[in-house]
Every structure is written in structure tokens, then in C-alpha cells.
């Protein structure tokens, strides 16, 4: 079995900086699947023959593979560890992108984007039960953050990088990408990720356990509260995502580099946030900066709603309407890692499942912003400022909950 190389180690974690960069890049599979073809939704629909508004279909049908998957590989991960998982999870995202590259026939497509999605969601719940196995508390946040940075370089490239392939090939070409992608990461995986679910520490797989597991886990105040403000920041994030490709490129009428250039700017402000409170964990308690996120992003989506509903941000002012929404995505910087380590506080025995189901909850609740910005009249930034409020709303009331729930005890160093 691989062991972990001679390189640098982050301190209390066990973690080279090289395996905390591959198990970022791993991560970061989810993102480039979703973001790097945005540019293309003209040419896909175009070819496939799906008609107008087709490739929202295609991104609704990765969500909902996400969503399920999830149930799935949690579960798995805690009973046979999480190396052979993973690897195989990524496996199937390799071949199942593949088909995306080759099919002909929309519907077609459109199934093996949920199949790629299924596997795919191994690199979303594995690695966060990786990093609980390893290191909790201040160390678990920091390490959080040190992934984040990682994945967070990935959506700044994405869409500059499809519209970069747009240039010189067509939207199959970023499916054969997601592929190599893939195998590369099972290459590194196999060769530098070791086991840290030990043996002894497995739980024994069966429907009926499993489903009491996720009962149990979702009955625990201290993680309902705070994977329910994770998953509004997905919501969120999904509301920003789903109505992007009309906003910039038909209200905002900008060119496919300069919304490559955007998301790079968006991107960068979210990387800052969670670099900022990885720095600031060590001296401000979590749920400090957890609400110092929340309060900023309600400050923040409320005058962008209210602007976008008065016609100030939108199609006349377009850099206002860009300071906005990145001022809302720095915000998010301090709320997922944040949010997403206490949620797993009380879950170190089954950090699988329960990384499985706070996956399924972001997956599934925040792809419903895709049908709320899909429903609101568009033509302006309304949906966008819309959608994104009611994920803010959202993670506010998860908030509150938080603080009825029992208090997390002072985390180790």
C-alpha cells in the first residue's frame, strides 16, 4: 500500500503538501464539470438538437447525479475505506465523461451526465472524510481551508479554459479534459494516497444500518444546524451558477472571455475569503466567523436584491453588478469550511456518512435554484439577485438554529 512520500508535512495533520494539493485537485473534479462547459451551452444545444434552454437540462441531471450519488459512496468510504472508493468513483466519472464526448442524441447525454455525476460524487464526500479522519477542530478548519485554496483555483480556470477549447475545438473536447482529468487523479491517488480508515474503525455495510445511520446522524442538532447553513451556501453559489450563462452573456452581453474572465475574479474572491479565515481560525472562535460570513452576505445580498429589483444593477451598470455578486462569494469563504467541519464535530465514527448526506442535502436543496431562477422573469439581474437571497435567507435561518443547538467545546490545537 502507498505510504505518504518524504515531503513537507503540515503540522498535526499527517498530510504532505503534495497530498493536500491532489486531494484539492480531486475535489475540484465537481467544479470543472460544471463550470467549464458553461461557455459551450450554445454549441451543445445546437448539436445535440435539445432546443432553447436545453443545457440547463444537462446541468439539472449532474445535480441530481450528485445528489444520489452521495447516499451511496458515504456509506461505502466508511465501510471499505476510502482509497478503493475513491479510485473507483473516478472511474466511472472517466467513462461516463467519455460518452458524453462521443454520444450523438441529447437524451443519451443526458444520462451519462447522471451516471458521471454519480461517480463523480465520490471526490466531494471522500475527501471530507479524509480530512476528518485525519485532523478536527482548529486543524480540521485549517485543513479544510488548505483543500479550498486547491479547489478554488479550479473554477478561476474552468470557464477560461472551455472558452479556451472553444477556440480551438468544440464542447466534446471538455468532456475528453474531465477524463484524462480523472485517470491522471487515480494515478496520483494510487500512488501517494494511503488508507486513514483503519480496519478496526469500518463500519459493517448493510440497507438497513445505513439508513439508521443517516436517521441518527440527521437527528443531531449540531449537524442538522450547521449542514443546513452549508447547504444554503451551495444554494447560493448553485443560483449564481444556474443563471450565469443568461446574465453575462445575454443580459450583461459579455464575450466568452470576458465571462471566463469573470468567474476567475469571482472565483478568486472566495478563494481570499477561506484563505483569510483559515488565517483568523487559530484566533477567533468558528462560530464567530461563521456568523461574521452570514451577516456580510445578507448585507450584501439584500442591497443587490434591492438594486436589481430598482433596474440600478443589471444591464447599465455591469461592474456594479460584478462587485456585488463577488462581495457575496467572498463571504461564502468563511461560512462553508466553517460550517462543513462543526457539522461533522460529533461524527468522527462515520465522517463517511455523514460527509454523504450533508453532500446530498447541498446537491439536492441547492439545485432547486436552478428551477427558482428558471422561473422568474429574466432579461435583467432579478433572478440572479433573487435566487442567490434566497440561499442567504436560508443559511440566516440555519444560523439561528445553530444557536439553539448544544454548544461545540473548545477544539484541540
Known sequence: MPRFSPAPFVPGTGFTLWLIVLLGLVTAIGPVATDMYLPAFPQLEQDLGGGKGSAQFTLAAWFLGLALGQFSQGPLSDRFGR???????LLVFAVASAGCAVVQDYSLFCVCRFVAAVGGSASAVIPRAIVRDVA??????KLMAQLTLVFGVMPVLAPSLGSLVLQFGNWRWIFWIGAFYALAAIVGLFLSLPDTLQPGRRVAFSPIRIFARYIMISQEPVFISNALIATFSTFVMF??????????????????????????????????????????????????????????????????????????AGEHHALLTCVLISSITGALGFIGPNATVMSFHHHGQHAGSASALLGTMQFGIGSLSSVLVGLLPGGSAIPTAIGMMVGILGMAGADLMRRCAPEISAEED
Open 83 to 89: 482509497r478503493v472508493p475513491l479510485m473507483l468513483g
Open 239 to 312: 443560483a449564481y451558477l444556474g443563471s450565469a450563462p443568461v446574465l453575462f452573456e445575454q443580459v450583461l452581453h459579455f464575450t466568452p472571455g470576458q465571462f471566463g474572465a469573470f468567474f476567475g475574479v469571482n472565483a478568486a474572491a472566495f478563494i481570499l475569503g477561506t484563505q483569510i479565515n483559515g488565517r483568523l481560525v487559530h484566533r477567533v472562535a468558528m462560530p464567530v466567523l461563521l456568523e461574521v460570513g452570514v451577516l456580510w452576505a445578507l448585507i450584501a445580498g439584500g442591497l443587490f436584491t434591492v438594486l436589481a429589483l430598482t433596474g440600478v
Open 136 to 141: 478536527t477542530g482548529k486543524k480540521g478548519a
